[in-house]
C-alpha cells in the first residue's frame, strides 16, 4: 500500500482515507424533473434562511406555510428542488422520507471513487417497479463468497454513505454473494454525478474519471482490478470489453512508471482487451495501486 501526506489509516475497515480537502459533490443534481411530491429528494441544511427558500417551487409542488415554518426550524428536512443560492457544503443529509435512510451528501473521496471502480467492475445500477408499483432503485454487486465481499465492502459502503446494505448469500450457489444497496439516493449519485447508465455499461464513468487527479484515479483504478482483474501468471492483468477502460488503466500506470502490455481477444459479439503488468513493474505495481482484494492478488 502507498503512504504518504496524501493517506491516513482508518482501522475500523482498513481502508485509506482522504485528507479534509476533499471535493464536495453537487446535491441539486440529484433532483429529477420527474419526481413527484412524495418522491422528492430532501435535505437538512445548516442554518436555512427563509430568503434561500423558493417562493415559487413551494407554490409549483403545493407545499404549505406550514411546511415552510417546519423546514426553516429544522424540524423536517426540506426538497432540494425549493432551495436557491444553498451551497452543498451545507447540506449534512439526504432522504426521501423525513428520519429513514438518511444518506450522507456525497463527496468525491478515494473511497466513493474506489467503490466506483468495484460497481464498474462487478456491480451494475438497476430501476423497476416494485409490486405494489412503487419505483425501486437498487445498486447490486455480486462476487464470490470471502471476507472482502461479506464484511469488507459492506462496511466501506456504509462509511461512504452512511447506509448500511444488505447481504445476501444464494442459497443455490453458496459461494455467491450479492450486496444489495436500496436507495435512490445512492443510485442517483452513481448516475448523475458518476456517469453510470441503468442496466447495460459503457464508458461514461471512465470518461469521469479521466478528469480526477492522480490519487482519485489509482483509486478507481483499484477497484477496477479488484474485480476485474488479479493475479496473472507471474504477475497481474485486468480484463475487460472496454477499450477505453484498459487505455485508461495503461496511461495511468506507465505515468508512474509502470510497463504494461495489452493482449485482445476476438469474439464473434465483441473484442475482450487484458492489460498486463510485466513482471518487472510487479513490485511497482503492488507500491502504487491500493487494492483491498487479496485474495486476487496472492
Not at 453458496?174 to 452513481?190: D, G, N, T
Not at 485486468?238 to 477499450?243: F, K, P
Amino acid at each position: 500500500m502507498r503512504h504518504g501526506a496524501y493517506w491516513k489509516r482508518t482501522a475500523s475497515i482498513g481502508i485509506y482515507a482522504a485528507s479534509p480537502t476533499i471535493s464536495c459533490m453537487d446535491c441539486f443534481k440529484l433532483h429529477s424533473n420527474s419526481d413527484s411530491k412524495h418522491e422528492l429528494i430532501r435535505a437538512w441544511v445548516s442554518n436555512l434562511e427563509q430568503k434561500e427558500i423558493s417562493d415559487k417551487r413551494v407554490s409549483d409542488y403545493g407545499f404549505s406555510k406550514e411546511s415552510k415554518s417546519c423546514w426553516l426550524r429544522q424540524q423536517r428536512p426540506v426538497p432540494i428542488v425549493v432551495l436557491e443560492n444553498v451551497n452543498s457544503s451545507r447540506i449534512t443529509g439526504l432522504c426521501v422520507r423525513a428520519g429513514k435512510n438518511i444518506c450522507k451528501p456525497p463527496a468525491l473521496t478515494p473511497e466513493l471513487a474506489y467503490l466506483a471502480g468495484v460497481i464498474l467492475g462487478d456491480g451494475h445500477v438497476k430501476n423497476y417497479l416494485h409490486p405494489t408499483g412503487y419505483p425501486q432503485h437498487v445498486i447490486i454487486i455480486e462476487k464470490m463468497r470471502t471476507p472482502y465481499t461479506e464484511s469488507y465492502l459492506p462496511q466501506l459502503i456504509k462509511a461512504v454513505f452512511g447506509i448500511r446494505p444488505r447481504v445476501y448469500t444464494h442459497k443455490r450457489k453458496s459461494e455467491l454473494v450479492r450486496i444489495s444497496v436500496a436507495s435512490k439516493i445512492i443510485c442517483r449519485v452513481f448516475t448523475k454525478l458518476l456517469g453510470f447508465s441503468v442496466g447495460k455499461k459503457d464508458d461514461a464513468p471512465v470518461i469521469i474519471a479521466e478528469k480526477w487527479p492522480d490519487e482519485l484515479k489509482l483509486q478507481f483504478l483499484a477497484g477496477l482490478f479488484d474485480t476485474d482483474g488479479g493475479k496473472s501468471g507471474n504477475s497481474y492483468s485486468l480484463g475487460n470489453t472496454s477499450r477505453r477502460m484498459i487505455d485508461f488503466a495503461k496511461r495511468l500506470l506507465e505515468k508512474n512508471h509502470i510497463k504494461t502490455r495489452i493482449y485482445t481477444q476476438t469474439f464473434p459479439t465483441s473484442d475482450y482487451w487484458h492489460l498486463y503488468v510485466t513482471q518487472e513493474s510487479k513490485t511497482a505495481f503492488q507500491k502504487l495501486v491500493p487494492v483491498r482484494n487479496r485474495r486476487k492478488f496472492v
